[in-house]
């Protein structure tokens, strides 16, 4: 993300620094000549979130105009995240939700629900591909998979990697997402035409609730941030009801928000599993740039039954033949990171240790002891541990 207001700028070139005297000229590198070219304001037509052809994460409750905008949300608080519009291209009110669309200079297309991003162009693999794979290659052959949320479809285009997958279901409640990213997100959206997809249109608690009890073996939690509403979707009943619905040694991966800003809700999520799931209770975590603090978080559950450990993926998607390339190339997820995304920064695993159960230290410990697997590569390819 970038931030600050846009500064006009009359030449490609910048100056270099000596002593004391300004120095010859020198081309601006190719990056910074497309961002000079676009530095004249946006002649975008302009929406509540748009100051100055800048979209910020959002403007002032209050709806008080001023120079400089912020908006004190509670999850990110004395922070405002901005990026350049070129184009709005839709913007509408659900009963649900307000949704905008706008086309970005350097992120391509921007989805954003009530004045919050929640994808783009070029980052979403990293959320779609790693809240769907980490969960999916951690178990053998799942077949049957439910999605609470994920109405732009790329958890859905993902989940068609599986072969083994039979049934999808998803239960999203605002049908004017699943609609707009269709026209705009084809890429995403895409999700939608595998025939193995069913479309619930609806309360995600109230299916949970009249869901046969285990059912799924993995259910996907592509839900929006807690406040409001999505306060229900991080509390004790909703996991049970989704523990309910889960076969023995079923999984969850549930959003579950940035380590950087949201330490004390993660202990709270973890706290609540640990006493809902028998089996396995993990926090992983990816990067996102145009996320708040530029990462997002998962939280991985395992039902009670056949062990699973998180940490090494069983069903590596390598392995699966057509994953890699079915529809799209993968473009973030790998083995490499599956392992990856379970690794802790020093002052995240001092907060959330004590939340950690006895199951998944054993597992952590275990996997630690394996020894790395180097792979011998050809001359001039690069090695990898495994």
């Known amino acids: 993300m970038e931030g600050g207001d846009a500064r006009n700028g009359s030449t490609g070139t910048s100056q270099t620094k000596g002593s004391g005297v300004d120095g010859p000229a020198k081309p601006l590198p190719p990056c910074c000549v497309k961002a000079r070219a676009a530095a004249p304001e946006s002649e975008a037509k302009c929406h509540a979130t748009v100051v100055s052809g800048w979209f910020s994460e959002p403007r002032s409750r209050s709806g008080k105009t001023s120079k400089v905008q912020y908006y004190n949300n509670p999850m990110w608080p004395g922070e405002a995240h901005s990026l350049k519009v070129e184009k709005i291209l839709y913007q509408g009110k659900s009963p649900y939700q307000e949704v905008l669309i706008f086309e970005s200079l350097t992120y391509g297309k921007v ?3 009530d004045g919050i991003v929640q994808l783009t162009d070029k980052d979403e693999c990293a959320y779609q591909e790693m809240i769907t794979h980490l969960p999916l290659c951690s178990i053998p052959s799942p077949k049957k998979v439910l999605v609470i949320g994920g109405g732009d479809g790329g958890v859905l285009r993902e989940i068609a990697r599986h072969a083994s997958v039979e049934s999808i279901d998803i239960c999203e409640i605002d049908k004017l997402v699943i609609d707009v990213c269709k026209d705009f997100f084809p890429d995403l959206s895409i999700g939608f035409k595998d025939p193995r997809v069913r479309l619930h249109v609806g309360d995600a608690v109230e299916f949970l609730r009249n869901s046969p009890e285990g059912t799924y073996d993995a ?40 380590m950087w800003l949201h330490t004390h809700l993660i202990q709270d999520m973890l706290s609540i599993c640990r006493e809902t799931f028998k089996g396995s209770v993990h926090y992983a975590w990816t990067s996102v740039p145009t996320y708040p603090s530029g990462v997002i978080g998962f939280l991985l559950c395992a039902k009670e039954g056949p062990p699973v450990n998180f940490l090494v993926p069983i069903n590596p998607i390598e392995k699966l033949e057509g994953a890699m390339t079915a529809g799209r190339d993968i473009r973030f997820y790998n083995t490499e990171m599956h392992r990856a995304a379970f690794v802790l920064p020093s002052f995240a695993k001092r907060e959330l240790e004590e939340y950690c159960g006895s199951t998944e230290r054993a597992q952590q410990e275990e996997t630690s002891a394996e020894p790395a697997k180097i792979a011998m590569a050809p001359q001039g390819e690069i090695l990898t541990a495994s």
């Open 219 to 258: 259910i996907i939690v592509d839900s929006s941030d807690p406040i409001g509403p999505a306060q229900e979707l991080v509390e004790k009943p909703f996991f049970e009801t989704i523990a309910r619905a889960l076969r023995p040694g079923g999984v969850l991966c549930n959003q579950a928000e940035s």
């Open 111 to 113: 989805l954003v629900l």
